[in-house]
């Protein structure tokens, strides 16, 4: 599961050393037929956070914690945006091009998330099957994990076996209840995202870990940081 206990936690003064940029970074559209979008300026380094909006805006956002539709019942993100490594970001536009194909897309509930939001979910809800413990980090704090969903060409969710963050057991991947097309779908993000360089949680069908994860360092940097701004007028 997703604690990370048995992984080197990051110390403190090292966190607060790192100031990730986050660069423009343009894309355009390839010719008619391909739908993937071409990046005009690949970003230097599979560790830079890009925002994955500008990249490829076929991917849907529903920032559920910039809400307060959230089991926190609270807004407790500045801005509605995925920011994450480019080694995430890149994956993950490949996975939303093979969806594509059959008329699918994806929906991110989540992606970047600053450590001080990661100890006020904690204090709620301090069950390590659902919410990593702060004293370790989440790969969310590392920009390296994204929550998501599957969508139709419409925008429309996918049934799935449970709604986005419902702490229970039908939210597992071995929970075999619900419909015959909750567990195809559940079957088909899961399937798609490992193909595509993730690693899944057995307690949540919605999270994923980036390959790697384990070489970004835990951030705290709160979402709309005047440093992270990105210029989408060269998109
Ligand atoms: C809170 C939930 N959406 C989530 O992301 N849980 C994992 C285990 C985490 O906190 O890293
Ligand atoms: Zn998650």
């Given at each position: 599961q997703s604690s990370e206990s048995g992984s080197n936690p990051v110390p403190m003064d090292v966190k607060s050393e790192v100031k990730p940029e986050v660069k423009p970074t343009a894309i355009s559209a390839k010719p008619?037929?391909?739908?993937e979008p071409m990046l005009e300026r690949i970003p230097s380094s599979p560790a830079q956070l890009v925002d994955l909006q500008a990249i490829d805006p076929r991917i849907r956002l529903d920032?559920?914690?910039?809400?307060?539709?959230?089991?926190?019942?609270?807004?407790?993100?500045?801005v509605s945006r995925c920011l994450l490594r480019w080694a995430a970001a890149e994956k993950l536009i490949k996975a939303q091009t093979e969806l594509a194909k059959q008329g699918l897309g994806l929906k991110v509930y989540d992606c970047y998330r600053p450590l001080s939001v990661q100890k006020q979910m904690w204090q709620v809800l301090p069950d390590d099957r659902y919410v990593a413990n702060p004293a370790n980090g989440s790969r969310h704090n590392r920009a390296s994990a994204v929550d998501l969903t599957l969508v139709d060409r419409t925008g429309k969710e996918l049934e799935m076996?449970?709604?986005?963050?419902?702490?229970?057991?039908?939210?597992?991947?071995?929970?075999?209840?619900?419909s015959q097309a909750a567990q195809k779908n559940r079957r088909l993000l899961v399937d798609t995202m490992q193909r595509h360089g993730f690693l899944p949680i057995q307690?949540?069908?919605?999270h994923f870990d980036v390959k790697g994860w384990q070489d970004f360092p835990i951030l705290d940097i709160p979402l709309d940081a005047a440093s992270l701004t990105v210029d989408r007028s060269k998109n």
């Open positions: 008619s037929g391909d739908p920032i559920r914690y910039a809400t307060t539709n959230n089991f926190l019942k609270q807004k407790v993100y500045p076996p449970s709604g986005f963050d419902d702490f229970s057991q039908r939210s597992h991947l071995g929970y075999q209840g619900g307690t949540e069908w919605w």
